[in-house]
């Protein structure tokens, strides 16, 4: 088995970050799935191949030990999420949380704040409902990745159609006992006819809010293959373990998912390819 390594001395800018995946053509009896690359990937390409999506704050002592563990337990994407903390203190946690995803073809994300998102070079932003998508892929890097909530069916489709939204973020699903209805797994359902998970040209999206260990099974029983939940501290490492654990699963047991990942690496980059915008884009 052929084993082939990229790496760079200089540090990564947002581009280098972007870097496509490693197109490999093979002579002799070799065939492509005899081939391990170690190589970073696109991405797009990571995106797509995310399934967990671990939302946490920066009241952290030591954020680079904690995001390391999130990443040993199976998170694929970081999101830092924390309206309250200092643009130094995210900013800071970020970059630092960067520095460990990068080597390990992971992601970070940046919620809402665009001037940040611009300030530390994010390679994903995740949007509120009042974030313009197309304003912000014309301000951050060339092939940043940009995410939107999906509340409800017209949300679902309405992303589904945009060519300036990278991914969604589906729900909330549940919420805490006490508050507002969620729309459950009825939304779920909806998502996963607008955006097939199979599609590796479609949209990916994540099933969020209220999402544990023990509600993912109705979650992915209704067509979610990845999903976001929120973590406090180190008490939910566990829990990021078994969601990983059973989103993996979920995954490898869908006929829809078989070959995905050959399929995700032949088609490109959505990103960096196929998005024609130089400004604000109504969606």
Known sequence: MAVLECRSADPPSGQQRAVRAVNLICEGPWRPYDVAVTALMGLDVRLRLARTLVIIDTAHDDVASFVSALFAQGADIIQ???????????????ETAQRIAMPMNKLVAVTGDLNLARQVMADVLVGGPDLDPG?????????????????DADGCRRIAESDAVDFALVGPVHLASGT????????????AEAMPVGDPKGTPWFAVGGITPDRLGDVVAAGARRAGIVVTGEADLVAVGRVSSALRQAWNDDPALQDFAFKALSTGSRAAGFRSLSGPASW
């Open 80 to 94: 830092f999420r924390d309206p309250g903390a200092s643009m130094d203190r995210v900013r800071a946690a970020v």
């Open 135 to 151: 304003l912000a892929h014309a301000r951050l890097h060339e092939y940043a990745l940009v995410g939107a909530p999906a509340f």
């Open 180 to 191: 507002a209805t969620a729309p459950g797994t009825g939304l779920v359902r909806i998502a």
